[in-house]
T-cell receptor, first 113, second 115 residues
Framework: QKEVEQDPGPLSVPEGAIVSLNCTYSNSAFQYFMWYRQYSRKGPELLMY????GNKEDGRFTAQVDKSSKYISLFIRDSQPSDSATYLC?????????????FGSGTQLTVLP | GAVVSQHPSWVICKSGTSVKIECRSL??????MFWYRQFPKQSLMLMAT?????????EQGVEKDKFLINHASLTLSTLTVTSAHPEDSSFYICSASGAAQETQYFGPGTRLLVL
C-alpha cells in the first residue's frame, strides 16, 4: 500500500463546475499538507499549504484536511479552462529528512470551455 | 515571493558529454534543496537532498557518481549529469526550502535530451 493514495483521474468537467480532488494517507505522523498544480512541461506550483485539520480558503481554492480520517481534499470553485493541469497532493513532517515530501500520483484535470 | 529558477530550461547533448543544471532561489535563502526526476505522466521521483555546505544525500538506486550535486551557497545548487546517455533523458526539477519553511518551492524544470 502506498503511503499516499490519490485518485488518478483523468477528470473532465465543464467550465464553472466545482471540482473535488482527494488524497488519503496511511501515516498518521504527517503534519503538513500541500497541493501543487503542474502544467505540462513545467515545475509544480504551490497552491495551498496547511498543517491543521479544517478548511483553508484562498480565492477559488479550498483545502480541507481531516486528520482523524487521514483524508485531504482540494476544492476548486467556478473552474476555468486555465485550471486544466495535473494536481499533486503532498505531505511532510513524518520524520526522516526534514521537509522531504511524499507525493500522491497526481490527478489530471481538464476544464472544458 | 519564494521564486526558484532553473537554467537551462532545455538542453540537447551528445552521448558521453556532461551537462550541468543550475537551480537558484531568487528571493529567499534555501537551506535545503532537492532534485527530482520526472518521466512522462508520472509523479516526481526524488533523486537527492542537499543542505548548504554539506554532501548531498542520495535516494536508493541513484548513482552519486553519475549525478553530481553541489550546494555551495544558500541560493545555488547544481546538478551535473556526467557521461550522459540516452537513458538519462528526462525532465529534471529542483526545489528549495528555507529555514522556516516546511514546504518546497519548485523550479520550472529542465528538459534533457541525450542523443
Amino acid at each position: 500500500q502506498k503511503e499516499v493514495e490519490q485518485d488518478p483521474g483523468p477528470l473532465s468537467v465543464p467550465e464553472g463546475a466545482i471540482v473535488s480532488l482527494n488524497c488519503t494517507y496511511s501515516n498518521s505522523a504527517f503534519q503538513y499538507f500541500m497541493w501543487y498544480r503542474q502544467y505540462s512541461r513545467k515545475g509544480p506550483e504551490l497552491l495551498m499549504y496547511t498543517y491543521s485539520s479544517g478548511n483553508k480558503e484562498d480565492g477559488r481554492f479550498t483545502a480541507q484536511v481531516d486528520k482523524s480520517s487521514k483524508y485531504i481534499s482540494l476544492f476548486i470553485r467556478d473552474s476555468q479552462p486555465s485550471d486544466s493541469a495535473t494536481y499533486l497532493c503532498a505531505m511532510s513532517g513524518a520524520g526522516g529528512s526534514a521537509r522531504q515530501l511524499t507525493f500522491g500520483s497526481g490527478t489530471q484535470l481538464t476544464v472544458l470551455p | 515571493g519564494a521564486v526558484v529558477s532553473q537554467h537551462p530550461s532545455w538542453v540537447i547533448c551528445k552521448s558521453g558529454t556532461s551537462v550541468k543544471i543550475e537551480c537558484r532561489s531568487l528571493d529567499f535563502q534555501a537551506t535545503t534543496m532537492f532534485w527530482y526526476r520526472q518521466f512522462p505522466k508520472q509523479s516526481l521521483m526524488l533523486m537527492a537532498t542537499s543542505n548548504e555546505g554539506s554532501k548531498a544525500t542520495y535516494e536508493q538506486g541513484v548513482e552519486k557518481d553519475k549525478f553530481l550535486i553541489n550546494h555551495a551557497s544558500l541560493t545555488l545548487s547544481t546538478l551535473t549529469v556526467t557521461s550522459a546517455h540516452p537513458e538519462d533523458s528526462s525532465f529534471y526539477i529542483c526545489s528549495a526550502s528555507g529555514a522556516a519553511q516546511e514546504t518546497q518551492y519548485f523550479g520550472p524544470g529542465t528538459r534533457l535530451l541525450v542523443l
